[in-house]
Every structure is written in structure tokens, then in C-alpha cells.
Nanobody, 120 residues
Framework: QVQLVESGGGLVQAGGSLRLSCAAS????????MTWYRQAPGKQRDMVAG???????NYADSVKGRFTISRDNAKNTVYLQMNSLKPEDTAVYVC??????????????WGQGTQVTVSS
């Protein structure tokens, strides 16, 4: 079955940078949109950035100009380059993808999340 695995989270000071990655594996025929969400304790899960298969991107207003989403379809991987990080960016970042497989067709898949902590 399909798995999404995030990596690249960690602790960074305000103003620093991190690059998150999310790699999909399994018997994948194709992947549609891929999206990064984030959730802080006591908060709802919010969309951070999304990218379609052809490369069209969308960002939350709070991260525009600081974050860049990209993907490598050959590697079934999506990235989130995070620059000029702020303490309010602290959250668990979770990867989502619409994955098409032969056995189930298309379905949403979710990663386990990776913690990003930005200190003052």
C-alpha cells in the first residue's frame, strides 16, 4: 500500500531555514495534488502550500514570500523550502497527496508528520 514519509523537521532559530520533504512509496500509478498542512497544539489543521501535478502552486497568506513548494514527479516527492522562519511557524507539518493505485483507484494519503520548532 501507499506510504508518505516526511523528513527534514527540527529546531531552528527565528530567521533560519528548513527544507521538508515527503516521499511517497508503494504501487503508485500517479500522484495528483500534493499539499503541506500544519497543526499546532489546540489549533486546527491548516493548509500551508499545495502543488498540482503540473506545478501550479498555492500558499497560505501567512507563508507567501517565505515558503516554496516544489515536487519531483520522478521521485514521487514533494518539498517545502521554508525560509525566514518565525516562532508562529512552529507546528507539526503533515504531507497529503492524492495517490492513484491500481488496487484502489484514487485516494487521499497522509504522512505521519514532522515537527518544526522555531525559537525566538
Amino acid at each position: 500500500q501507499v506510504q508518505l514519509v516526511e523528513s527534514g523537521g527540527g529546531l531552528v532559530q527565528a530567521g533560519g531555514s528548513l527544507r521538508l520533504s515527503c516521499a511517497a512509496s508503494g504501487s503508485i500509478l500517479s500522484i495528483g495534488a500534493m499539499t503541506w498542512y500544519r497543526q499546532a497544539p489546540g489549533k486546527q489543521r491548516d493548509m500551508v502550500a499545495g502543488i498540482t501535478r503540473d506545478g501550479t502552486t498555492n500558499y497560505a497568506d501567512s507563508v507567501k514570500g517565505r515558503f516554496t513548494i516544489s515536487r519531483d514527479n520522478a521521485k514521487n516527492t514533494v518539498y517545502l523550502q521554508m525560509n525566514s522562519l518565525k516562532p508562529e511557524d512552529t507546528a507539526v507539518y503533515v504531507c497529503n497527496a492524492w495517490v492513484v493505485t491500481a488496487w484502489r483507484g484514487g485516494a487521499d494519503s497522509w504522512g505521519q508528520g514532522t515537527q518544526v520548532t522555531v525559537s525566538s
